[in-house]
């Protein structure tokens, strides 16, 4: 079984739909969760960064953590082409040197 | 503030070359890392630094290798260069917060 889990899509949606995003996770010790945004030959970016449970929100980003159920979502609303791209589920737990797990990506076309 | 840049953007390689991937960060950032990307498997570590003089093994480590002499850099060395070597590498810096280079896609042939 691999440590984090991503659904690999693809996925498209119309412009403006919302696009949901999911990563499961298998160690109970990560504590720290991250989505990337990454765009066709380039580096991935730093979208969205969270400790521990809860919701955390950026503009039309919404990053939420269940570590009950070992869960992490994130929701784009009023999806834009902009925003096609693939995205990366990363976490980490104290102890490691900050390594990141990193889930397979799943990729994502907003048509126009 | 350039952040991560890796050189060179692209590099083709014959079986038994050597070449060094150059990664530079301006962010004073102690931990550095180096990672492939293959399709469709995300990214696998290969090493990691924290701190200059101070490496370590990640996940996928055969065939590479480093060194950490100052801060900003932190080149990866491919010896003995093999098919199964092509992907894509990137550079990052950080700690739980990572920041990525552009990337260096490289091919073996």
């Known amino acids: 079984q691999k440590e984090v889990e991503q659904d690999p899509g693809p996925l498209s949606v119309p412009e403006g739909a919302i696009v949901s995003l999911n990563c499961t996770y298998s160690?109970?010790?990560?504590?720290?969760f991250m989505w990337y945004r990454q765009y066709s030959r380039k580096g991935p970016e730093l979208l969205m960064y969270t400790y521990s449970s809860g919701n955390k929100e950026d503009g039309r980003f919404t990053a939420q953590v269940d570590k009950s159920s070992k869960y992490i979502s994130l929701f784009i609303r009023d999806s834009q082409p902009s925003d096609s791209a693939t995205y990366l589920c990363?976490?980490?737990?104290?102890?490691?040197?900050?390594?990141?797990?990193f889930g397979a990506g799943t990729t994502v076309t907003v048509r126009a | 503030n350039a952040g991560v840049t890796q050189t060179p953007k692209f590099r083709i390689l014959k079986i038994g070359q050597s070449m060094t991937l150059q990664c530079t960060q301006d962010?004073?950032?102690?931990?550095m890392y180096w990672y492939r990307q293959d399709p469709g498997m995300g990214l696998k570590l290969i090493y990691y630094?924290?701190?200059?003089?101070?490496?370590d093994k990640g996940e996928v480590p055969n065939g590479y290798n480093v060194s950490r002499s100052t801060t900003e850099d932190f080149p990866l060395r491919l010896e003995l260069a093999a098919p199964s070597q092509t992907s894509v590498y990137f550079c990052?810096?950080?700690?739980?917060?990572?920041?990525f280079g552009p990337g260096t896609r490289l091919t073996v042939l």
């Open positions: 990052a810096s950080g700690y739980n917060e990572q920041f």
């Open positions: 962010m004073n950032h102690n931990y």
């Open positions: 160690n109970s010790a990560f504590q720290y």
């Open positions: 990363a976490m980490t737990r104290p102890g490691v040197s900050g390594k990141l797990s």
């Open positions: 630094s924290v701190g200059a003089g101070i490496t």
